[in-house]
């Protein structure tokens, strides 16, 4: 099993920036794909960005030149560092981790973008 704690998120001026971090309850090294979702209200669940237990990072179209996903592996964290935030990135900001076939999530942090 994974257990995933999300920190991080809040209430931010458009432009600004913001970062999250999810701490995983083992070696990250040992999860295949860790990653950030986001929800926001009356949408889909969508992938934001992810990174692979061999440092491989994918993104969504719409932040790939304003997030970073990045990780320190000596404590088990996966952060994302959110550059120039729109209105639109507002949503409920999801930690996930891909681990022996099966998905963990955390418990959710909201971001919230004002114009």
């Known amino acids: 099993q994974v257990q995933l704690v999300e920190s991080g998120g809040g209430l931010v001026q458009a432009g600004r920036s913001l970062s999250l971090s999810c701490a995983a309850s083992?070696?990250?090294?040992?999860?295949?794909?860790m990653g950030w979702y986001r929800q926001a209200p009356g949408a889909q669940r969508e992938l934001v960005a992810s990174i692979t237990n061999g440092g491989d990072t994918n993104y969504a179209d719409s932040v790939k030149t304003r997030f970073t996903i990045s990780r320190v592996l000596a404590k088990d964290t996966v952060y994302l560092w959110m550059n120039n935030l729109k209105p639109e990135d507002t949503a409920v900001y999801y930690c996930n981790a891909r681990f022996r076939s099966v998905t963990y999530w955390g418990q959710g942090t909201q971001v919230t973008v004002s114009s």
């Open positions: 083992r070696s990250i090294l040992g999860i295949s794909t």
